[in-house]
């Protein structure tokens, strides 16, 4: 009797665990149907749409908010109720500079409802630009649909600027906490630092180390590393709800890479000059053909840089927010739902691993770069 | 292209290149310089005591091979001292013997010496007694004899006679 008793309570359990799953699955069409209405408008409040007011169902709408995401913005935005138009976040600082320092809140632009109208100047903020305008507001479009109004210089400090400062000071804590540890800890590294410190070593011994030189990396380890945590923190940040997207704007990369590019040629030495203005080893006339190609071989170079990363991290977000849009932009919610956030776990994943992937890459590029600039190069088989 | 040109935004750029100067100032000075010296230096360190480590391992092995060479040394040392004890006691048995019996050989010639000289001396003693006395009896015979006339023919034919017999 006990022995059989005890299979008995197990199917027992087993049966009853199930049956709920059985029960739901039997309204699944009705409670589906039901709950539509319900998702669409969480959808609404989870989207923000500043220039695209309301609901983000279509896709025309959908481009349009991703597109705006992948752009700076002025206030902080955590979500908005684009049928309410109500916004949740909160405003930065717009600095301008247009015939004098022009400072105010972004609240004004009331999310690009409205003029700013400060000291009597009117600016505009159209498809996340401010741009000097009259009372009125006209903007002159031209051919391509781009105002051909006066932009002042803008140094606002926007969400990118403080999602950066953020990442920065991310970065500064960890590390001066490490070595703080190591001053108190007799040279050891204590909690987090256990995790951080094997990526200083990777960092010195897989990347510094091979690409530069045994002699020569101490040198250029500050900015590799900092450069590595930087984009990595930030890359990780973009993959948060915050809806930050910074390593996938071009000022940021275009400002790493040519970081990485004034490095390389103030540390290059005699030789790498030697090569790229007149080729050892090569008859003269090659040697005039080779040098606007090397010349040209030490932009396209940072170029790469600035290119792999944004691009990188933009199809990312591209790709993760269309597959979210799927839910909002589908008609049949039972089959759209579960394809949707299946393939956004799916790429959210990869997603992580190209943001440790990128930063590792970048940081590994720029010491290929500079350890190219400063090798001393063997003239029998280099060339 | 024309596309991300316009996207490009210069006080994006300006607040990132100054953000990332500062922070890479700050880092170098805060982080990186006193991380990458303990790492160093806590590699150095690794490195130091392993070789140190090695190092003691054959300066133990260099010192048990000595001890047992000293312990080997030590061990014939005292075999060779134990031999030499041995001849020594063995040569100097025999030469105490012999000794012994050079000096008993001499001890006992010199009592023969002796011996015979002091026979000798008893002899010539006893030889000079016995002329002494034969003469004093010689003499105390003739004295009586003389005082005779015929006895002292007798003694003289006697003697006369002794002496042919001689």
């Avoid at chain 1, 002025?74 to 949740?88: P, T, W």
């Avoid at chain 1, 909160?90 to 500079?97: A, D, E, Q, R």
């Avoid at chain 1, 960890?174 to 007799?186: D, E, P, Q, V, W």
């Avoid at chain 2, 001890?67 to 041995?86: G, H, P, S, V």
Wanted: net charge negative; proline share 3%.
């Amino acid at each position: 009797m006990v022995i059989s008793n005890k299979p008995l309570n197990l199917f027992l359990a087993i049966v009853i665990s199930i049956l709920p799953l059985f029960g739901f699955s039997n309204v699944a069409s009705d409670s589906v149907s039901h709950s539509s209405e319900k998702h669409a408008v969480e959808g609404a409040h989870k989207t923000d749409a500043h220039h695209a007011v309301g609901a983000v169902n279509e896709k025309d709408e959908v481009n349009a908010y991703i597109e705006h995401h992948l752009q700076d913005s002025y206030d902080f935005n955590f979500f908005s109720d684009g049928e309410a138009g109500k916004h949740y976040g909160f405003s930065l600082p717009v600095i301008l500079w247009d015939n004098g320092l022009k400072v105010f809140s972004s609240s004004k632009f009331h999310n690009a409802e409205e003029l700013a109208n400060v000291d009597g100047s009117y600016y505009k903020l159209h498809h996340g630009k401010i741009y000097s305008s009259d009372a009125t507001g006209k903007l002159e479009l031209d051919a391509h649909n781009h105002p051909t109004n006066n932009k002042p210089l803008d140094f606002s400090i926007t969400k990118n600027v403080v999602s950066m400062l953020f990442a920065a000071f991310l970065v500064f804590f960890m590390f001066t906490s490490l070595a703080k540890a190591y001053r108190k800890n007799n040279s050891m590294p204590k909690g987090f630092g256990r995790v951080l410190e094997p990526l200083i070593i990777f960092i010195r011994d897989e990347i510094a180390i091979p690409n530069i030189g045994e002699k020569k990396y101490r040198k250029f380890m500050g900015y590799l590393l900092t450069v590595f945590f930087f984009i990595w923190i930030l890359n990780l940040l973009g993959m948060t709800p915050l809806g930050i997207n910074v390593t996938g704007n071009i000022a940021v990369t275009i400002c790493l890479a040519l970081f990485t590019f004034i490095i390389t040629q103030f540390s290059a030495n005699k030789d790498y000059w030697k090569h790229i203005f007149w080729m050892p080893g090569v008859p003269v006339p090659m040697k005039i053909i080779l040098m606007p190609i090397e010349l040209l071989g030490t932009l396209t170079k940072p170029f790469a840089l600035l290119i792999r990363l944004f691009a990188n991290i933009t199809a990312g977000h591209v790709v993760i927010m269309s597959l979210i849009a799927m839910i909002f932009v589908g008609k049949n919610l039972a089959s759209d739902l579960p394809i949707s956030i299946g393939l956004t776990l799916f790429i959210s994943v990869i997603e992580i691993l190209v943001a440790f992937l990128q930063a590792f890459i970048f940081t590994m590029l720029s010491s290929l770069f500079i350890g190219m600039a400063v090798q001393d190069h063997d003239h029998d088989d280099h060339h | 292209m024309d596309k991300l040109i316009n996207d490009f935004s210069f006080g994006l750029f300006f607040w990132q290149a100054i953000i990332l100067v500062v922070l890479i100032v700050l880092l170098v000075k805060f982080a990186w310089k006193p991380i990458m010296t303990t790492i160093t230096e806590r590699e150095e360190g690794i490195k130091d005591a392993l070789l140190s480590a090695e190092n003691a391992r054959k300066e133990m092995l260099a010192l048990k091979s000595d001890n047992q060479k000293l312990l080997d040394e030590a061990r014939a040392e005292r075999d060779a001292m134990i031999k030499d004890a041995t001849a020594i006691k063995d040569k100097m048995i025999a030469d105490a013997k012999e000794e012994a019996q050079v000096q008993g050989a001499k001890m006992i010639e010199q009592a023969k010496a002796t011996i015979e000289s002091e026979k000798n001396s008893a002899m010539a003693e006893i030889k000079n007694q016995v002329s002494s006395l034969s003469l004093e009896i010689a003499e105390k015979l003739l004295k009586q004899e003389l005082s005779n006339k015929e006895s002292q023919t007798a003694l003289v034919e006697k003697m006369l006679g002794d002496v042919k017999l001689n």
